[in-house]
């Protein structure tokens, strides 16, 4: 069956390291992966998007890696700050298929 | 910046009654979606909608959801007949261009508590 995991224990990183997150996922051949952020009680935001013929995306002290032989996408934060603690999702999209399919997320805690 | 807006921000209401749930999504987009997330599980997409008419809608979507885009503006959730399971956050989206290659606007949520 069709899975995607996201380590459901949360992460605790010292401020100024840099977090990386894992999605994996089997049973799929998704043309998009995308990154969430999501705050308690809130809906989910807008990261960054990679497509399957792409291995790299950067955005700020972001970046995003989708290695489809391994059937994994790694997010990064670079010099992480409290601020950058939530939980972050990740979604699939298979090509032609309007349906995001998510990840339960990490909770990513950075400390000061 | 244009957002998605819902209303109510929190809605409860008794067993077995119909509840709506409203949306406007961001103007000039084209594609509506509606998600659930059961708190503390992931986020599970429910019906998408492109032209006046569902997309695509998930297992969860059966006959007592409905969704509608009643005027330019609105898109609306009912559920007809409301159970004690459909209590959740209900997060409408928006975005230009379908499938999962666009990005997703979201909403900031309905939390719905059926008692």
């Known amino acids: 069956s069709q899975k995607i995991e996201q380590n459901s224990e949360a992460l605790n990183i010292q401020e100024g390291k840099t977090a990386t997150l894992t999605c994996n996922y089997t049973n799929y051949s998704p043309a998009y992966l995308q990154w969430y952020r999501q705050d308690p009680g809130r809906g989910p935001v807008f990261l960054l998007l990679i497509r399957e013929n792409e291995k790299e995306k950067r955005k700020e002290r972001l970046k995003v890696t989708f290695d489809t032989t391994l059937k994994q996408s790694l997010f990064h934060i670079t010099a992480s700050q409290p601020a950058d603690s939530a939980t972050y999702l990740c979604?699939?999209?298979?090509?032609?298929?309007?349906?995001?399919?998510w990840g339960a997320g990490t909770k990513l805690i950075i400390k000061p | 910046e244009p957002e998605v807006t819902q209303t109510p921000s929190h809605q409860v209401t008794q067993m077995g009654q119909e509840v709506i749930l409203r949306c406007v999504p961001i103007s000039n987009h084209l594609y509506f979606y509606w998600y659930r997330q059961i708190l503390g599980q992931k986020v599970e997409f429910l019906v998408s909608?492109?032209?006046?008419?569902?997309?695509?809608k998930s297992e969860i979507f059966d006959d007592q959801f409905s969704v509608e885009r009643p005027d330019g503006s609105n898109f609306t959730l009912k559920i007809r007949s409301t159970k004690l399971e459909d209590s959740a956050m209900y997060f409408c989206?928006?975005?230009?261009?379908?499938?999962?290659?666009?990005?997703?606007?979201f909403g900031p949520g309905t939390r719905l508590t059926v008692l």
């Open positions: 909608f492109y032209n006046n008419e569902i997309s695509e």
């Open positions: 989206a928006s975005s230009f261009q379908g499938s999962g290659g666009d990005t997703q606007y």
């Open positions: 979604a699939l999209a298979v090509d032609s298929n309007y349906q995001l399919i």
